[in-house]
């Protein structure tokens, strides 16, 4: 299975950036930093910290970056933020022993108002300790720090690698939405190391729909970041299934 670019042109993938050289975007705006030329760039104005964000808006699978600064306006302390998709997540199965667990004498006993059971789009709820409890646990969804690099001074095409870091961020975030809702029992992922090309790619909580590039200095004395090219290496929803 083949790694795709999803920030070229031809995805729904949209870009903003922090600032514009004197607000000429026609001539160094975000949009040259996808077209392949090495004759055009984004070229931020003066001051730090300077930005990128790509929306995907669809969910994707995020494993390498590649960036192409110029030599003298190269972005320093680059940090890498995503927001993760945010399916449900399923709860664990009661017990038996739990005093809300249906008993079999229960589960053979026709239900007298079956008909009027919710349908089923909704999730199901349990009452526990007076309130209701969902079958699901909703993730939120906000921006996540999940690596710091610090790209060489150059005009190379640099590469950084994202595929434990956001594996890493996602476990955490899961980790801590279950322990939030003190439900132990729940089925939880563990994974060693990401995927190459070939293999089968991330599970779902993997998913980002978008992600923050924040420049914190620059090489250039006054703060300006001049960037030929940014591609984002990973795999499209229905390649990763």
């Known amino acids: 299975m083949a790694f795709t670019d999803l920030s070229a042109p031809s995805t729904k993938t949209?870009?903003?950036?922090?600032?514009?050289l004197h607000r000429n975007v026609r001539e160094f705006g975000a949009a040259h930093i996808f077209d392949s030329s090495s004759d055009s760039?984004?070229?931020?104005?003066?001051?730090?910290?300077?930005?990128?964000?790509?929306?995907?808006?669809?969910?994707?699978?995020?494993?390498?970056?590649?960036?192409?600064?110029?030599?003298?306006?190269?972005?320093?302390?680059?940090?890498?933020?995503?927001?993760?998709h945010t399916p449900p997540l399923p709860r664990a199965p009661l017990p038996a022993s739990s005093p809300i667990a249906p008993s079999a004498d229960a589960a053979a006993t026709p239900c007298e108002h079956?008909?009027?059971?919710?349908?089923?789009?909704?999730?199901?709820?349990?009452?526990?300790?007076?309130?209701?409890?969902?079958?699901?646990?909703?993730?939120?969804?906000?921006?996540?720090?999940?690596?710091?690099?610090?790209p060489d001074d150059d005009n190379k095409?640099?590469?950084?690698?994202?595929?434990?870091?956001?594996?890493?961020?996602?476990?955490?975030?899961?980790?801590?939405?279950?322990?939030?809702?003190?439900d132990e029992d729940i089925r939880t992922h563990h994974h060693d190391r990401g995927p190459e090309e070939g293999e089968e790619g991330f599970d779902c909580m993997c998913k980002v729909?978008?992600?923050?590039?924040?420049?914190?200095?620059?090489?250039?004395?006054?703060?300006?970041?001049?960037?030929?090219r940014l591609a984002v290496w990973g795999l499209e929803e229905d390649q990763a299934t």
Not at 14 to 20: G, H, L, Q, T
Not at 119 to 144: A, D, I, W
Not at 214 to 223: E, I, K, P, Q
């Open 41 to 84: 760039c984004w070229n931020s104005d003066q001051g730090t910290p300077q930005w990128i964000v790509l929306r995907f808006l669809r969910p994707v699978l995020v494993c390498r970056l590649l960036l192409m600064f110029q030599g003298g306006f190269a972005g320093k302390e680059m940090q890498v933020r995503v927001t993760f």
């Open 209 to 228: 729909v978008e992600m923050k590039l924040t420049f914190n200095g620059s090489s250039d004395f006054y703060g300006r970041v001049t960037l030929y």
């Open 14 to 20: 949209k870009v903003k950036v922090s600032s514009v």
């Open 157 to 182: 095409l640099q590469s950084f690698e994202l595929t434990a870091a956001i594996r890493a961020a996602a476990q955490e975030r899961e980790a801590s939405v279950r322990g939030a809702e003190r």
């Open 114 to 150: 079956e008909h009027t059971s919710p349908p089923p789009s909704k999730p199901r709820t349990s009452v526990v300790n007076g309130r209701e409890s969902s079958t699901t646990l909703q993730m939120k969804s906000r921006p996540m720090l999940v690596a710091t690099f610090y």
